[in-house]
């Protein structure tokens, strides 16, 4: 069946295109978040996840239901970028204790980052 017939269903609330619909890009969208955040599987499935919800959701702003592909693959890509864009800003906020950490061991008062 045709892209465009499967989100017209999916938009209908037709739980077995939603489904043909994620078995049919799922995979695609898992290459695009390990190739982005080289995570574990479970943290892979996690993003295709949200990937996929958002796209659920954001798919009445579709315009061109034949570029579906295309478009869920960015979402999934914004994403996994969003997700390590949230672990560097944890790994700078863990650094920055460390280092205030070893400056009140080392006798410093104040060692900001």
Known sequence: MKIE?????????DADALR???ETY????RNVCI????EDEDTVS??????????????????DSSKFGEWIVAITKNVSLRYCQHLRYVWIFIA????QACAAILGH???GV
């Open 5 to 13: 017939k499967l989100i017209e269903r999916v938009k209908a609330g």
């Open 20 to 22: 043909t619909v994620y």
């Open 26 to 29: 799922s995979q695609r969208m």
């Open 35 to 38: 190739r982005i955040t080289q």
């Open 46 to 63: 996690d993003l295709v996840q949200e990937a996929f919800i958002r796209a659920y959701y954001l798919s009445g702003k579709l315009k």
């Open 96 to 99: 920055s204790l460390l280092l």
């Open 109 to 111: 008062k104040s060692y």
